[in-house]
C-alpha cells in the first residue's frame, strides 16, 4: 500500500485502484497508462515538480494529454518563474520516483496547482505512488487532499 492509497483511506475518500503492467523500457508513463488503461489521455493527469523563484517546489497537476505552461503555473503560484524541479530533488521531496509520482501522501506536501479541465470530468486518474498502479477520484476531492487549487496550467 502506498502512502498515497494510504491517504485516501485515512480521509474515506471513494476512490478506484487502476493496476496495469508497467514496460520498464517505456519512458512516456502517463500515455502508457492511459493506453493500457484505456483511459482518454485528457482524464489521466501527471503529477510534475516544479520550482519557482520565491515558493521553491511546487506542484502542477495536468492531462497527459497536454504540457505544463510554466508560466501559468508560476503566475498561479504568484511566482515570477518556474521551471521544471531536477529529478532527483522532486524524488526526494515527494518521496515517490519518476513515473510513480503521486500529488497525494507526498513526504512533505507541496503547494499544488491542478489544471481547471479537471473540473469538467466526473473523475481524475493520478499515480497510485508507484509505475503501473492509478488511482480514480474525483476532482475536488483530490483538491481537498493535497490543498489544491484549480487554474488553467495546461497547454496542448
Do not use: C, W
Amino acid at each position: 500500500m502506498t502512502p498515497a492509497i494510504q491517504q485516501v483511506k485515512k480521509n474515506k475518500i471513494p476512490f478506484g485502484l487502476h493496476e496495469y503492467d508497467h514496460d520498464p523500457g517505456i519512458l512516456a508513463y502517463g500515455q502508457e497508462a492511459a493506453q493500457k488503461l484505456g483511459i482518454a489521455p485528457g482524464h489521466l493527469f501527471k503529477t510534475l515538480v516544479v520550482l519557482t523563484n520565491n515558493r521553491g517546489l511546487a506542484v502542477g497537476v495536468v492531462p497527459v494529454s497536454g504540457k505544463l505552461d510554466l508560466k501559468a503555473i508560476a503566475k498561479a503560484l504568484g511566482a515570477k518563474k518556474a521551471a521544471m524541479a531536477d529529478k532527483h530533488q522532486a524524488e526526494r521531496s515527494t518521496g515517490y520516483i519518476t513515473g510513480g509520482m503521486s500529488p497525494l501522501g507526498q513526504k512533505k506536501q507541496l503547494p499544488t496547482i491542478i489544471d481547471a479541465s479537471a473540473l469538467d470530468l466526473d473523475r481524475v486518474f493520478v499515480s497510485a505512488g508507484r509505475r503501473g498502479l492509478q488511482i480514480s477520484i474525483f476532482p475536488k476531492d483530490l483538491a481537498s487532499l493535497t490543498q489544491a487549487l484549480f487554474y488553467g496550467i495546461s497547454k496542448q
